[in-house]
């Protein structure tokens, strides 16, 4: 188990997206439960990360890198916001039966459970 702490905007998001993108393209299956970011942002800086150029400028070579990217073992969760515990591990659980998950990031734990002091940082 790996648990990256500090302030919102310190990085911990970017580091364990550029992780799992690592851990997935070594082939280990990767659920995540982001509940601070909705998937769709999440999806498009892991998609800019995986394909190691900006792709807003690189128009032309968006299809190739996200056929590359869909491919990968990375599978994310539904939820954003606070979620009960046991509803979100109910979900880990179904997914690591389904989709043989071995590495699962729940980002951002004090979202999922509500305790965010300042709720203008969820979806930054």
Do not use: C
């Not at 990217?69 to 969760?77: A, D, G, N, R, V």
């Amino acid at each position: 188990m790996t648990i990256l702490t500090g302030p919102t905007g310190s990085g911990k998001t970017t580091f364990i997206s550029e992780y799992s993108l690592d851990l997935a393209m070594q082939g280990v299956s990767t659920l995540w439960g982001s509940f601070e970011i909705r998937n769709a942002r999440l999806a498009r800086t892991m998609l800019q990360q995986f394909a190691g150029v900006l792709l807003d400028t690189n128009v032309e070579r968006f299809d190739h890198w996200a056929d590359k990217f869909e491919k990968l073992p990375l599978y994310f969760m539904t939820f954003h916001g606070q979620q009960a515990v046991k509803v979100v591990m109910e979900t880990v659980e179904h997914a690591t039966y389904v989709h043989d998950i071995s590495h699962v990031i729940v980002d951002n734990v004090q979202f999922m459970m509500g305790l965010s002091e300042d709720p203008k940082h969820i979806d930054r």
